[in-house]
């Protein structure tokens, strides 16, 4: 945990944003996965964990905001918890480390927010996405399980993603170590991939990695042969030479959960192909000019128009797209073989705040998401501020069964070779993704320097 003045400076920073009511915060409980006692490892929700630091389950938070209070409500143990998991901080101890001095039972969270309803002050609350959660609020506020997310708190949810959006130095010291140990993740996968290793085991270590330094991994590995694939949950494959192999993954901080979320592509082997080595260095030049870009000011959308209009450059002289490269950005054509956002925001969820919904979060009053295929699908498109950590990953992808799709519906003729793409459809991707951070200047690439160009990856997997 942090210091207990940060939780309670930012407390007062979520009053400060409301205009009257209670904002409450119903923490993660334990979830089973087959019996009710076997439970998955415990993850609390990261805006709890904002506002109160506290990292065990079955507990709640108030920001009173008429009152000027915060309140921590949990269960003091008894014998039978203290045998089974041992002694335990009460309530009381655990409100000090939150900078909380009112603490109160469990059972008393529900009473307070049934009081205040029935006096008919507000009731502030974030959309659940949990089942238990929607349940629990559910139950509490009166409201049907399928209406809470449009009854949740627009103000409440604006006010979060305000304080949360801004990384302080404490914050960005976290997510750095966390870069760090995906330093280490990913260096280890480069090193062992080589021809007939199957992907689990690489997989599997890179995990242990994350477990062993940090935490869980932020997000489940995505590692395979199949890069054209973009997020290949399967490990099943053995490596041959002839394939890149995609690994994208990141760890999370037991203690802070902020998070890491880092790609890279290498070829089975160590040795690039002059076609892979033609690829990476476009998806390479899409991620480094993005970097370039971002500043305060610029709007994250056109960072992505920016990688797009540079992958469809560089594919034009390849001889995959023709036309005007900028026309072909204009109409959607790069789309086929980067059909993703260039990235997304960072910080204590991998999508940081996705659960308070995307476009709050990676959108402002004047940005609106695009409806075009690919571009639509940028989860960032707003204008920068210092302060925020965010994802580059540009990607370039030969995705057989889009092929067929666009070929066989004539789409873009003028804009992309079929004749040649065709023959890159046992290719796979690739992907090049670093985590960053705007400064007041520009930005900088968090955490130890990942291996990244041709030359940095074939010496690292050199045996
Ligand atoms: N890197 C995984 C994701 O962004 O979903």
Not at 3 to 8: D, I, L, M
Not at 322 to 327: C, E, I, L, T, V
Request: glycine fraction near 8%; hydrophobic fraction near 40%; charge should be negative.
């Amino acid at each position: 945990m942090f210091k207990p003045e940060t939780y309670t400076s930012r407390r007062n920073a979520l009053r400060a944003e409301l205009s009257s009511g209670i904002a409450i915060f119903p923490g993660n409980t334990e979830a089973s996965f087959n019996y009710p006692a076997n439970t998955y490892h415990f993850r609390q929700d990261s805006t709890f964990s904002y506002f109160f630091g506290l990292n065990q389950p079955d507990l709640a938070g108030i920001i009173d905001i008429d009152k000027g209070q915060d309140i921590l409500f949990g269960n003091d143990v008894d014998m039978d918890d203290i045998i089974w998991m041992g002694p335990q901080p009460s309530i009381a101890d655990r409100g000090s480390l939150a900078g909380i001095s009112h603490t109160q039972q469990l059972a008393a969270f529900d009473e307070y927010v049934k009081d205040a309803l029935s006096n008919g002050r507000k009731v502030h609350f974030l959309p659940p996405y949990r089942g238990e959660t929607k349940i629990q609020l559910s139950e509490l506020l009166g409201i049907a399980v399928k209406d809470l997310k449009a009854s949740a708190s627009v103000e409440l949810i604006k006010g979060v993603v305000k304080l949360r959006s801004i990384k302080s130095e404490e914050e960005i010291a976290e997510i750095e170590k966390m870069v760090d140990v995906a330093y280490l993740m990913h260096t280890t996968a480069m090193k062992m991939a080589h021809p007939g290793i199957v992907e689990q085991e690489i997989a599997g270590t890179v995990e242990g990695i994350a477990l062993a330094n940090a935490g869980p991994v932020s997000f489940p590995v995505i590692l395979s042969i199949n890069g054209q694939t973009l997020h290949n949950h399967y490990h099943g494959n053995t490596l041959t030479e002839g394939r890149m192999m995609v690994v994208d993954c990141g760890c999370e901080s037991e203690e802070t959960l902020y998070s890491s979320d880092i790609t890279r592509t290498v070829p089975v082997g160590g040795r690039f192909s002059q076609r892979q080595k033609e690829i990476y260095e476009i998806v390479l030049k899409a991620n480094l000019s993005a970097i370039e870009a971002i500043k305060p000011g610029i709007k994250y959308r056109e960072v992505h128009m920016l990688a797009a209009r540079t992958i469809a450059e560089e594919l034009t002289k390849l001889g995959l797209m023709k036309g005007n490269p900028a026309d072909a950005v204009a109409a959607g054509a790069h789309a086929l073989f980067f059909p993703h956002g260039l990235g997304h925001m960072m910080g204590m969820d991998v999508h940081d705040m996705e659960n308070l919904g995307e476009n709050y979060v990676g959108y402002d009053e004047e940005t609106f998401r695009a409806t075009q295929f690919g571009t639509a699908f940028l989860r960032l498109g707003r204008t920068l501020q210092p302060g925020f950590v965010l994802t580059v990953e540009p990607g370039i992808y030969f995705i057989p069964a889009l092929i067929d799709q666009w070929k066989a519906e004539g789409k873009y003729t003028e804009f992309i070779n079929y004749e040649k793409v065709e023959t890159y459809k046992d290719f796979g991707g690739i992907r090049i993704e670093d985590d960053v951070l705007v400064t007041e200047t520009g930005n900088r690439v968090l955490g130890k320097p990942i291996p990244k160009t041709v030359a940095e990856i074939e010496e690292l997997m050199k045996r």
